[in-house]
């Protein structure tokens, strides 16, 4: 098997999706179900169908493209990305997944192969939470992680529901329908870019993820007493602002007492009332948001936050509310999909390494239902979600012939 990538057209292709944009180039900005997302839709199912992949849309609007294998009724090997952007992104989160799976399926097409288990390349329906508030709409539905009725709940910043913006959009069949279960996909891969650093600082052009980290985001809220920052005394005090500094370090210190570098906790918004020099803050508001590759410690981590909140609740005289806001559970890639992308790598000479998705991705959501793997291209100082952000057409297209020997393999 004599595989190439088609390095010229696939630049070209991204290229080309870029120019579909709300903003001006080089930003790109693709919010889910908006006139320019629909365009970009259409676009990338003509460039599926020239491929002559079969194409379906479920109710959600995740795209599925199709090479029959010679078992059609087999578990398909999955591979994809998503392709709607932030306000104010780049051309490469996501796209590179979604038109690098094309390629590689083109590139295999051209040298005569013929796949045994289908080959479907995916686009996710919303990764970016931009507009309902949440990520990976389509990949949570898919997968059974979100309910219909939790999605039928969902709302955009206009007051318009997911409902209705869906089949203003041309998706009409019940939610219900779009869950796949977990023999739908014998193997699922997801080519993106790393949106870190590391492989760019090692000089190492491949990858490869063995887990997916997750975060958990809770709101705490601490009512102390107000009062004039005068009057009231020092040992009379339950200052809401002087509690929220401790839990703030104790949540810091029990990050860090975790003992593994996977383990991050941050704390980013912190509210004070009623926000005045001359005033004792009685209520503070923080948010935090936790995560890690390991559920088991990151609950653990929790546990010793929820412990330090109590302690401080009683030395200061407060109360603190704590609200959990969203979980996910953070993932552990599958050995078999691993071991594929590495022998791949391998038969192409090309290093690689092991590595930790530090941001989640649609691959977190369907390793609920198919054993999934992801690997990763380098990107220019790790920028991602911002107009500059870049990965070389050499990086994208070795990916891409990394994919689709995977793809091969995993499909034979
Ligand atoms: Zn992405």
Known sequence: ????????????????????????????????????????????????????????????????????????????????????????????????????????????????????????????????????????????????????????????????????????????????????GSVYYKAFVELHIEQGPLLEQRKIPLGIVTSIAAPASFRFSIEGAGGHAGAVLMPERRDALCAASELILAIEDAAKASGAIDTVATVGICNVFPGAVNSIPSRVSLTLDIRDTDLARRDTVMRAIEAARDAIATKRYVSIGEELVNADAPSQCAPEVVEALGQACAKHHFASMKMVSRAYHDSLFMSRIAPVAMLFVPCFKGYSHRPDEFASPEDIARGALVLAETLASLAS
């Open 1 to 180: 098997m004599n595989l190439e990538i088609d390095q010229d057209s696939l630049t070209a292709e991204i290229e080309e999706l870029a120019a579909i944009s709300e903003a001006d180039p080089p930003v790109v900005t693709r919010i889910v179900f908006s006139p320019t997302d629909l365009k970009a839709r259409a676009w990338l199912i003509a460039r599926c169908e020239k491929a002559r992949l079969a194409v379906r849309q479920d109710a959600i609007g995740n795209i599925f493209a199709r090479w029959e294998g010679s078992e059609p009724n087999a578990p398909a090997v999955g591979t994809g990305s998503h392709i709607d952007a932030i306000p104010n992104a780049g051309k490469y989160d996501g796209v590179v997944g979604v038109l690098g799976g094309l390629e590689a399926i083109r590139s295999l097409q051209r040298c005569g192969f013929r796949p045994k288990q289908s080959i479907e390349l995916l686009m996710f329906t919303s990764e970016e939470p931009t507009r309902f508030g949440i990520g990976c709409l389509g990949s949570r539905l898919l997968s059974g992680t979100m309910t219909p009725d939790a999605a039928r709940k969902l709302v955009d910043k206009e007051d318009a529901s997911l409902e209705e913006v869906r089949r203003k959009a041309g998706f009409v069949e019940p939610l219900e329908d779009v869950e796949l």
